[in-house]
């Protein structure tokens, strides 16, 4: 079946990773005409905006977006292009499968958790004023809206997937109010779903708890910003950045895109692993329904990095982004 889909390489290592994973797509025959939209400082050089409307409806029209990583400067400059994406077209569900993967070696073996995070608010609410000079403050919004409908996609997600827990992660210790209702929310949902056990965690001791024994975890439901951090931590179990891919999800709509940023430390040098963008293609894959496609691609990255030994510097190898993409492709036109 031929696929309509928006494409961001955006920037920083954006567009080596997006090459890579087309070329990987194209490779495993799936047929897919992209429509392809700069974003953040490209687009605002080009189109006199970060995020042109004009990517916003391709991506309402074609339901589906790959994307890569978007620089958002610190401090002055533009707001993020990525928090504004995801509001835009109310991607309230960001979902991280963090796995652990053969020929990739870590302190662990069996990592298999999802963290599931909610999008739309918290303290990206993007609320923040200078109350008197020296004193700044940011809005955290929490609302029982989002917090119902993210308990309830986690629950869903549980259920689909043959996950047996869900571990709510918060500080409703101090944060009584704002934490103390996404909690209570979770609360209401997971009684709906007497198949999936309930845990509830505070933010700190999960943080200990994911580096000392994250086999014991499965789906991981927290707020926008325990979320960001959680998840950059969660990826270190597993190899890092370069390996862990990430959808948002919204009614309807869906983009994908990998955990890490746009890495300009290692920009341009051929020294990005292209793992995560791959691997969030291949979630992309699945959600239009491509699945022996998105098994094909697994199965080439997996042989190529487990029995092949092929990688990326990140990883301890010493191929570089254009080498371990041909292995995947040849694996793939082999085959
Ligand atoms: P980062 O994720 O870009 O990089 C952190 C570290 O991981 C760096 O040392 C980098 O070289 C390494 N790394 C990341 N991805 C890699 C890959 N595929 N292969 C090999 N090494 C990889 O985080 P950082 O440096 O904090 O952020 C850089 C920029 O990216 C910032 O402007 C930030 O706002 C943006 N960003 C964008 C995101 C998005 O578009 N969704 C997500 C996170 C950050
Ligand atoms: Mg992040």
């Not at 620089?71 to 292009?81: H, Q």
């Not at 209401?188 to 965690?201: A, G, L, N």
């Amino acid at each position: 079946m031929k696929h309509l889909v928006t494409l961001i390489p955006g920037d920083g290592i954006g567009p080596e990773v997006t090459a890579a994973t087309l070329r990987v797509l194209s490779a495993a025959g799936v047929d897919i005409t992209w429509e392809r939209f700069p974003a953040g400082a490209q687009a605002l050089a080009e189109h006199g905006t970060t995020l042109p409307d004009a990517l916003l409806s391709s991506i309402r029209r074609t339901r589906v977006a790959l994307k890569g990583p978007v620089t958002t400067p610190v401090g002055g400059g533009f707001t993020s292009v990525n928090v504004g994406l995801r509001k835009a077209l109310d991607l309230y569900a960001n979902v991280r499968p963090v796995k652990s993967i053969p020929g990739v070696r870590t302190r662990y073996e069996n990592v298999d958790l999802v963290v599931v995070r909610e999008n739309t608010e918290d303290l990206y609410s993007g609320l923040e004023h200078v109350v008197v000079p020296g004193v700044v403050e940011s809005l955290k919004v929490i609302t029982e809206r989002a917090s119902t409908r993210i308990a309830r996609f986690a629950c869903d997600y549980a259920r689909k997937h043959g996950r047996r827990k869900v571990t709510v992660v918060h500080k409703a210790n101090i944060m009584k109010l704002s934490d103390g209702l996404f909690l209570d929310c979770f609360r209401k949902v997971v009684q709906h779903y007497p198949e999936v056990q309930p845990e509830e965690k505070i933010v700190d001791n999960m943080c200990m708890q994911l580096v000392m024994h994250p086999e014991r975890y499965d789906v991981l439901l927290m707020e926008n910003l325990y979320g960001d951090i959680l998840s950059d931590l969660a990826t270190g179990l597993v190899g890092g950045l370069g390996v862990v891919p990430g959808a948002n999800i919204g009614d309807g709509m869906a983009v994908f895109e990998a955990v890490h940023g746009s890495a300009p430390d290692i920009a341009g040098r051929g020294l990005a692993n292209p793992t995560a963008m791959i691997l969030s293609a291949t979630m992309m894959l699945r959600y239009i329904e491509e699945n022996q496609a998105a098994d094909r691609i697994e199965a080439a990255l997996f042989a190529v990095l487990g029995e092949d030994g092929i990688k990326t510097p990140d990883l301890g190898g010493t191929a570089t982004t254009t080498e371990f993409t041909e292995a995947i492709a040849t694996r793939l036109t082999d085959n």
